[in-house]
């Protein structure tokens, strides 16, 4: 830190707001995301108050569950060190395999054949990532044109899935229906990143996950299966995604091939500004449902000030990069100040 | 002073570095003039890789001063091979910087002026230059294709084009071969004929007495030998070198502990064996087989060794068996392969057990942290809490924790397997570890020290096999262990040999 | 007391020879597997389209080879030919034909500084700054266009769609990509440079090579690429909009792939490339002949993709690897 003021009385002053100047810009950096998300509340509440209605919270909340499903799972395979790009495609193609077999043997049929198509999916990712070592950003972003392909294809383009969707269950999927008051979304969503939450921080299978994200030799000489890891981490991501493919369907009780189209890099920038590091090794899920309710709350308030599409499509890519930026300075300052000899 | 700094290539004056209070190096004064070679040496941590990096301008020294050629040398560049090239230096390291995917005539023209001909003409000049330096390699082949000698030579050559005064070479022979060791050392005596001030840094005491006219030998960061050649014995240069070893006590009783035999392992072509309750060295050469040796016994790189582990034969092939029977690993790079560097502290030193401290796949914090603080108390460990992340401790810190890893779960363990574990440790940590060593042995634990510092080997070990030739000689402790060892590293088979 | 690095030398052996011409095995077995099932496919004039749809991928995948090699990728390929296409075209019904074609290039070009800044001098990740260019590129390009297509004026769709020899214009340029791609790659330092900097970026730094900027003008060059390809699209369609390109990332990517680079830089060699773009060019050609439907196309494309990634990881002898 270069220090301006003058020396002798001054540095004894300048020596103090460093410091404290270190201290606000970590709490910065570890709660930002909070902060940003009270501070941007507050400022959309000012503008139009009618976001603080319990409709539009719930309406919210709705919303981000899809993203959640995959986000969280997703969270957890980027620590491990490896990412899955196709995770929109293999929901929506989960999507049409649980339709269209709902369509036929009914829904509970329908919705286990979906999600073991998703988790199938993952597997086969977690195979060619973690065992034949391929390059998983390569490989999912064929997986996403694969699977969004296949998802056209078996529909034709069109919407399938009409009245596969038992009633009192589509009730509760489109918001007609609560259970002690919240929408069941709100469950699920809870559900899940308890889930993922203790996964990472509280069973081993966390522990193994940032040691292999982190340091993959040294999680390999001390015994951890690095190959298993990944591929369980893949695993979850894909029945992740089964998961979101579910909402898809449940929400609307119809299917399109094109549903969730964009979902893994919506699902992605979460994960990143939720600090979580691309490299591996470093970040909570905490930070996670932040980001979540960040992006979603900013989405939504977008909708709602009319602004227009293509801006919030910006919006997603500018968080994006805003999100790497920030976690390449952290990890240089962690490195300039933690590498002591 | 054996030189005359007013017509040495590169004079370094009072030189002094700290680290904080330590001096790495405490008033070094040496000339290195041209047409001589000299051979710099000393022990880890005696300030020879300090010195070098002064003299590269790596590092900035706290007092005195460094002129290569009249010229003080410049920290701001960094040790940036373009600066040395400019004051005349140039510096051979250990691991050249080729580019695999290129030809040996792109990587000996690669940013020079020769860069810009045609592709015949850079054929051409690297034949020259290879010539130069007896060597006959295709300069069309691909770097990737060499092996570690004629890499070096290709980096040799390179480094001939354009005017050299001084040459630097950091490690040479680590990985080469009697024959290409050989070759090396005709080159290095053309060059010194032709009036260049050459510097030979190396850990191999036999090749500095070969090659070195003169020898200055570093110890605890001051100069204590700077001698030329002749008026040298392999006697007194492994003396001087010798650091002055302390806090050796409990270990004398080393041999008497042992117990039954609890491994037995084929090494080209002879079987070692070793006994449960003790520590025993394997010391060699930087880079020397006893490594290799140590990481396939835990199931690393890509042949087998044939074992008998408590009586059962058997070969490991990857490091999870190795642990299933009981062999676990130190590896001698502690920040890229034993440290977990953004978690904390008790992380790091409870991730192999993972299994044993959880509930139902769930991990108790609790037993983590009595387990943590059971081995803070056995080694020591001081530092921040075991929250903190383990990047806050010092390095010696770092390696308890590491070591402890092992260390807490002595019942399922029969073998702890250690590459270099005293480097980057202060004498305060390494004393610390080596009464947890102490401790574990008494309870019938083996281990294998593999080392290339004869401190190390001697501050813990029983006993220790000399890797240098084959078979492996056996060197125990006594008085003058520390001597004898080096000797037979020096000498190799023949210990009673004296060079003069 | 030898230490031989281990693992294999690359270039020899009947296995690397095997798979350094798999790749055109397989495009001597789907050319006669399309002409089989459809003998039009065999002919001069279906060449003539297929090369004709070839060309922006050609056009695109060299200076991307050439960014791969250096260790970086740039996935947001067809979302800047997009962009330049809807605000070139705007520019040019506005301001006329010159300061069209300016803005076609102009805009190319600020995405690959923006890239190359991205990824160079803030040292970000660039597959994931791509990704993210991509989606702001693709929304600016949405909301220049209003959702509309442009039509260009008829002075450039005469110029560019000129022919000599029977050919468009545009498939020499190509070829003098091709050509000049190869020149700096095998023929110049420049080539070396790149080698270096994605092989070991550290070393190369210490033998003087300024990575950072070589890096920087490789992201810029693509970009220029982008708009050139943003021409070349608007011409062969015949209007622009905002989803021109989209087409495009996935192929070009498939064809560096299968030309045996991939993601980890310092390797790769121009003719494999050639080999990869027609591979890849002729394939998607073959499908639409067949009738495929586009849906299905994805399948197969996506699954290349993948299988791409297996084949160039073998030649790098990486797969497998304990």
């Given at each position: 830190m270069k220090v301006k003021n003058s020396k002798s009385a001054g540095q004894v002053n300048s020596a103090f707001l460093t410091k404290t100047r270190t201290k606000l810009l970590d709490f910065i950096t570890t709660n930002g995301l909070l902060v940003a998300l009270i501070l941007f509340v507050i400022f959309v509440a000012v503008v139009k108050p009618s976001i603080l209605k319990w409709s539009s919270l719930e309406g919210i909340i709705r919303q981000s569950t899809d993203i959640a499903v995959v986000a969280f799972p997703l969270a957890l395979l980027v620590i491990a060190g490896s990412v899955d790009l196709s995770l929109g495609s293999v929901a929506s193609f989960s999507a049409i395999v649980m339709a269209k077999t709902a369509l036929v043997y009914g829904f509970p049929i329908g919705v286990f054949t979906g999600l073991s198509v998703a988790v199938g999916i993952g597997l086969l990712n977690g195979i060619l990532v973690g065992y034949l070592k391929l390059h998983p950003v390569v490989t999912t972003l064929g997986g996403l044109t694969l699977w969004r392909g296949a998802a056209l294809l078996l529909t034709n383009a069109k919407t399938i899935g009409m009245g596969a969707v038992p009633g009192w269950i589509l009730d509760y999927g489109i918001g007609l229906n609560t259970l002690l008051f919240l929408p069941v979304h709100f469950y699920i969503l809870t559900v899940s990143y308890l889930v993922c939450w203790t996964l990472t921080h509280k069973h081993r299978f966390g522990e193994r996950l940032y040691a292999v994200g982190g340091q993959e030799k040294a999680a390999f000489l001390v015994g951890i299966n690095t190959k298993m890891v990944k591929l369980l981490a893949h695993t979850i991501a894909g029945f992740g995604a089964g998961l979101a493919g579910f909402m898809m369907f449940f929400r609307s009780g119809a299917v399109h091939g094109t549903d969730g189209d964009g979902l893994e890099f919506r699902a992605l920038t979460i994960v990143l500004l939720g600090g979580i590091s691309f490299q591996g090794g470093k970040g909570k899920m905490k930070g996670v449902l932040v980001a979540l309710f960040f992006i979603t709350f900013l989405r939504y308030s977008l909708v709602l000030l009319r602004t227009p599409l293509y801006l919030q499509h910006m919006a997603s890519g500018v968080l994006i990069i805003l999100a790497l930026f920030m976690d390449s300075l952290l990890t240089q300052r962690a490195e300039k100040r933690g590498s002591g000899s | 002073m054996v030189a005359d700094p007013k017509n040495s290539t590169v004079v370094i004056n009072n030189l002094s570095v700290a680290y904080g209070t330590i001096k790495a190096l405490n008033s070094v004064s040496l000339s290195i003039p041209p047409g001589q070679i000299v051979g710099l040496v000393g022990h880890n941590g005696a300030g020879k890789s300090t010195l070098v990096n002064a003299i590269t301008g790596a590092v900035k020294p706290s007092s005195g001063e460094i002129r290569i050629d009249g010229e003080p040398v410049d920290y701001t560049h960094k040790s940036s091979p373009l600066y040395m090239a400019r004051l005349g230096m140039k510096v051979i390291h250990q691991e050249p910087s080729l580019i695999g995917i290129l030809s040996v005539a792109d990587n000996i023209t690669f940013r020079t002026q020769g860069e810009k001909r045609s592709r015949k003409e850079r054929i051409e000049i690297a034949k020259e230059a290879l010539k130069r330096v007896g060597s006959s390699l295709d300069p069309q082949k691909p770097v990737s294709s060499l092996g570690f000698g004629d890499r070096q030579i290709v980096d040799l050559a390179r480094s001939l084009l354009g005017t050299v005064k001084t040459l630097l070479l950091d490690e040479p022979t680590a990985a080469l071969g009697r024959e290409e060791t050989e070759r090396l050392h005709r080159l290095l005596q053309d060059l010194s004929r032709e009036g260049k001030a050459i510097v030979y840094v190396s850990h191999r005491l036999r090749d500095i007495l070969e090659i070195c006219d003169r020898i200055v030998v570093l110890r605890e960061g001051k100069v204590v030998m700077d001698q030329p050649?002749?008026?040298?014995t392999a006697d007194t240069l492994s003396e001087a070198v010798c650091p002055n070893v302390?806090?050796?006590?409990?270990?004398?009783?080393g041999l008497e502990n042992r117990r039954g035999e609890i491994l037995k392992a084929l090494w080209r072509g002879k079987s070692y064996s070793f006994y449960s309750g003790e520590i025993v060295g394997l010391f060699g050469m930087a880079g020397g087989p006893q490594f290799d040796f140590v990481k396939q016994l835990y199931g690393l790189g890509s042949e087998s060794l044939e074992i008998t582990l408590e009586g059962e034969s058997c070969r490991v092939q990857n490091p999870r068996e190795a642990m299933k029977r009981g062999i676990c690993y130190v590896s001698a790079d502690r920040e890229r392969e034993s440290l977990f560097h953004y978690r904390s502290a008790r992380s790091n030193l409870c991730i192999p057990w993972l299994n044993r401290l959880s509930f139902w796949g769930l991990v108790s914090k609790r037993r983590m942290k009595e387990e943590y603080e059971r081995v803070r108390g056995f080694l020591n460990i001081l530092g921040?809490?075991?929250?903190?992340?383990?990047?806050?401790?010092s390095g010696g810190n770092r390696q308890k924790h590491v070591l402890g890893r092992w260390l807490m779960n002595t019942e399922g363990i029969k073998l702890l397997l250690l590459c270099q574990p005293n480097q980057g440790v202060d004498i305060r940590a390494r004393a610390d570890i080596a009464r947890a060593l102490q401790k574990a042995r008494e309870r019938g634990l083996t281990i294998l020290v593999a080392s290339s510092e004869v401190d190390e080997i001697s501050h813990l070990t029983d006993r220790a096999y000399v890797c240098e030739s084959e078979p492996w000689q056996e060197v125990r402790r006594s008085p003058d262990w520390e001597i004898k060892l080096m000797e037979a590293l020096l000498l190799g088979v023949k210990r009673k040999e004296v060079l003069s | 007391m030898n230490q031989e690095k281990s693992g294999r030398i690359p270039g020899t052996g009947i296995w690397e020879l095997f798979l350094d011409n798999l790749v055109l095995l397989g495009l001597i077995f789907i050319i006669i597997f399309f002409s089989l099932k459809n003998p039009f496919f065999f002919s001069y004039s279906n060449a003539r389209s297929i090369l004709r749809q070839l060309v922006p991928i050609g056009i695109y995948s060299f200076p991307v080879a050439l960014l791969l090699i250096s260790n970086s990728i740039d996935l947001s390929l067809g979302a800047v030919v997009g962009l330049s296409a809807v605000v070139g075209i705007e520019a040019m019904n506005a301001f006329g034909f010159a300061f069209g074609i300016f803005a076609f290039l102009g805009v190319g070009l600020a995405a690959g500084l923006l890239n190359g800044m991205l990824v160079s001098y803030f040292r970000l990740n660039p597959v994931i700054i791509t990704l993210g260019t991509q989606i702001i590129f693709r929304g600016l390009s949405l909301s220049v266009s209003g959702g509309r297509s442009g039509v260009p004026p008829e002075l450039f769709l005469k110029i560019f769609r000129l022919e000599l020899l029977g050919f468009r214009l545009e498939v020499f340029f190509m070829l003098g990509v091709m050509i000049l791609s190869y020149w700096v790659l095998h023929r110049n330092r420049l080539g070396r440079y790149l080698y270096a900097a994605g092989e070991n970026e550290r070393a190369a730094f210490l033998m003087g090579v300024k990575v950072q900027n070589l890096r920087f003008l490789m992201h810029t060059l693509v970009g220029l690429a982008g708009g050139i390809v943003g021409i070349i699209s608007v011409a062969k369609v015949g209007l622009s909009s905002g989803s021109l390109g989209q087409n495009l990332t996935l192929p070009v990517i498939i064809a560096i792939l299968l030309g045996g680079i991939d993601f980890g830089g310092g390797a790769g060699k121009i003719t494999s490339v050639i080999v990869g773009v027609f591979f890849i060019g002729i394939l998607e050609a073959g499908l639409l002949i067949l009738g495929v439907t586009e849906f299905l196309q994805q399948v197969i494309v996506g699954a290349v993709l993948i299988l791409a990634v297996c084949t160039s990881a073998l030649r790098r002898g990486r797969l497998l690897k304990r």
């Open positions: - | 050649n002749r008026e040298i302390e806090g050796s006590a409990d270990t004398a009783q921040p809490s075991q929250d903190s992340t383990i990047d806050k401790f | -």
